[in-house]
């Protein structure tokens, strides 16, 4: 069964700090890495990252994918009291027929 | 704006009323899907649908089905809800084909309280 954990599963940081969240996975014929943000309704996407895209950027948010050590990261710099969400990590199983494993998440809190 | 719209946003119902939930997208994607969530775990897939192809998670309860009558709606059917059915239902789609097409697109979800 594939899995994935999500830490700490709950932060909270001051406005201005950098943040890392972490996913690892145990997938059979990883495909790829996804990243949502959660706040009081849908996931919405951030990041997909494969084999051949390891290292995404979006303005403040970064992240990479460690498949040596089936993990990723996703950095916050300079964290706005707007970045207050969950934070879930999914990961696709080739041959899955499209579906994604989500961990339970990450809540970030960013106080001002 | 293109975009995955549910409906009713929240709803109540009563143990063993039988409800409806709805979603409609106009992104034209192929893939369907119905997750649940429950307060804090991570979303949990029940069915999904690949054009009218029907794929059912071995786990879902058999409680809950679905409808795709066209490649705009989709519908979740609880027949007979319990209280552990309390959740958030969380629709989203994908292109299924391309680059990003495993890249999910959710909608608002529906609250769903079964007292």
């Known amino acids: 069964e594939d899995k994935v954990v999500q830490s700490p599963l709950s932060l909270v940081v001051h406005e201005g700090d950098t943040v890392t969240l972490n996913c690892s996975y145990e997938?059979?014929?990883?495909?790829?890495l996804l990243w949502y943000k959660q706040e009081k309704k849908a996931p919405t996407f951030l990041f997909m990252l494969?084999?051949?895209?390891i290292e995404k950027k979006s303005g403040r948010l970064s992240s990479i994918l460690d498949k040596k050590e089936l993990s990723s990261i996703l950095n916050i710099t300079a964290t706005q009291t707007g970045d207050s969400a969950i934070y879930l990590c999914?990961?696709?199983?080739?041959?899955?027929?499209?579906?994604?494993?989500f961990g339970k998440g990450t809540l970030l809190t960013v106080n001002p | 704006d293109a975009m995955v719209i549910q409906n009713p946003r929240y709803q109540v119902t009563q143990f063993g009323k039988p409800v409806t939930l709805s979603c409609s997208q106009t992104?034209?994607?192929?893939?369907m899907y119905w997750y649940q969530q429950k307060s804090s775990q991570a979303p949990k897939l029940l069915f999904h649908?690949?054009?009218?192809?029907?794929?059912n998670e071995a786990d879902t309860p058999d409680n809950f089905q679905s409808r795709r009558p066209n490649t705009s709606f989709c519908f979740l059917d609880i027949r007979s809800p319990g209280l552990g059915d309390t959740a958030m239902y969380l629709c989203?789609?994908?292109?299924?084909?391309?680059?990003?097409?495993?890249?999910?697109?959710f909608g608002p979800g529906t609250r769903l309280t079964v007292l």
């Open positions: 999914a990961v696709e199983r080739g041959g899955s027929n499209y579906k994604l494993t």
């Open positions: 997938v059979t014929n990883f495909r790829s």
């Open positions: 989203a789609t994908s292109r299924g084909a391309g680059p990003t097409y495993n890249e999910q697109f």
């Open positions: 494969t084999s051949s895209g």
């Open positions: 992104l034209n994607h192929n893939v």
């Open positions: 649908y690949y054009d009218k192809d029907f794929n």
